[in-house]
């Protein structure tokens, strides 16, 4: 069974908190525009970008 979850767990997985990379971010997934970031539910198969400014 898959779950899903939050993009920032998977940064905590990594040892990063997503912020530290910069506060003026923005994200898409699957090619749109997201402001959700780290409380963005992941699906399998979605493309996230983010861009750090």
Do not use: A, H
């Amino acid at each position: 069974m898959m779950m899903n979850t939050k993009l920032k767990n998977f940064f905590v997985i990594w040892g990063k908190d997503m912020m530290s990379f910069g506060e003026n971010v923005t994200m898409t997934v699957n090619g749109k525009e997201n402001m959700e970031l780290g409380e963005y539910e992941m699906k399998d198969g979605d493309i996230i970008e983010l861009r750090y400014k």
